[in-house]
């Protein structure tokens, strides 16, 4: 439970961000979306407001607030558009959480101040084309020379990919499928070898920018490992753990538009005499998003509040992230069923809702590897 000082805290925060994103996001959304642009601008203006340094202490630039405050964040951007939702996500919980989990406090000094406020915006890189979930099969290779690693291959998928100034990138540095054979490296942009590849024409999430990142004779210090050599794919399981939480909570922010749409429209649309949201058939959707949302919403706030506490949460981050993801499709689905023909246009907020919620049952982690996660945990044991 928290404190009422607390609640009030996570209100403010609320309605910070969702003035924000009334103010400079909602103006252009449709047309960033049509047009596949990714509003560098809008991200660092975010970062100016501290949403993109939420979890990073004061020390390094952010401003040290944990994961309530951060889910609530995500949400309300997301309720207005989840793309720009998805690019805050993934920024704050991938690359800088990467760093400031596993930094030491010279590299922490180095980057996460420039991620904290907006300066630099970060990706990172673990999916490749063949290798989505079996991660461990990942062909990008480093080779150590010297007092420097060689980087050889690509990644896909990639957040940023193109317009990230520092991405976190896995590259194998041992035998293939030895999960100690993989090493986290720092990689700026601009360091020779480094380019951007493909950007991706997607279904959904079209303003968040999702590309390829290669890497050729790519020339990086052994300083910029992030822990130690070969600790990469076991710190990249605990950042997916925090990352199904921002997941989580974008889901969250894409249901509750969903349905706070829905409410509104049910109401003012009017049908044989009387608005639709009389109708049972109706009422009965709404109904069933509430307590979907509001379900899917205590999985994630008990995942935040383990994380917060640094105990074991893989089990519950995952519950979170399945049942949050899955309940926003089924909510976004409902949304164009409730506005009917109007719900099928770009007049109205659903279609964009339903459009990008599919992504959330895929990235980091499908909702089938969520189940594998959760049920191999429960027959070991471990229910949170």
């Not at 000082?5 to 996001?25: G, R, T, W």
């Amino acid at each position: 439970m928290m404190t009422s000082e607390q609640v009030e805290n996570l209100e403010m925060i609320a309605e910070s961000a969702k003035q924000f994103a009334e103010a400079h996001i909602r103006p252009q959304m449709m047309e960033w979306d049509e047009s596949q642009h990714f509003p560098k601008d809008v991200m660092h203006k975010l970062g100016e407001q501290g949403f993109l340094g939420v979890l990073v202490p004061e020390e390094y630039g952010g401003i040290g607030l944990g994961y309530q405050e951060y889910i609530t964040v995500i949400e309300e951007i997301t309720k207005v558009c989840s793309s720009i939702g998805l690019s805050v996500a993934a920024h704050n919980s991938l690359c800088t959480g990467h760093i400031l989990q596993f930094g030491n406090d010279e590299q922490k000094k180095k980057w996460l101040p420039k991620l904290a406020s907006g300066e630099w915006i970060g990706a990172w890189g673990l999916t490749e084309a063949n290798t989505g979930s079996d991660a461990m099969r990942m062909q990008c290779v480093a080779k150590r020379d010297g007092d420097d690693f060689i980087l050889n291959g690509s990644k896909n998928w990639i957040t940023h990919g193109i317009s990230g100034d520092v991405a976190v990138v896995l590259a194998r540095t041992g035998d293939l499928l030895d999960s100690n054979g993989i090493t986290a490296f720092v990689v700026e942009r601009g360091t020779p070898g480094f380019s951007g590849g493909k950007k991706e024409n997607k279904l959904g999430m079209r303003a968040s920018e999702t590309a390829e990142m290669i890497f050729d004779e790519c020339r990086v210090p052994a300083a910029n490992i992030l822990g130690k050599e070969g600790e990469g794919f076991k710190q990249a399981m605990k950042i997916l753990d925090g990352g199904r939480i921002s997941i989580a909570a974008l889901s969250l922010g894409i249901a509750k538009g969903s349905y706070e749409a829905s409410v509104k429209y049910s109401q003012e649309r009017e049908q044989f005499g009387q608005p639709i949201s009389r109708f049972q058939a109706i009422s009965f959707k709404l109904a069933n998003m509430a307590v979907r949302i509001q379900a899917a919403e205590l999985l994630t706030r008990k995942a935040a509040d383990l994380k917060n506490k640094g105990m074991k949460m893989t089990t519950i981050a995952a519950k979170a992230k399945y049942m949050a993801s899955e309940v926003c499709v089924e909510a976004a689905t409902d949304a164009i069923q409730i506005h009917g023909g109007y719900g099928y246009t770009k007049d109205f907020p659903v279609e964009k809702f339903f459009r990008d919620s599919k992504l959330c049952t895929i990235g980091e982690g499908t909702s089938e590897i969520q189940k594998l996660v959760i049920s191999r945990n429960i027959l070991k044991g471990y229910d949170q």
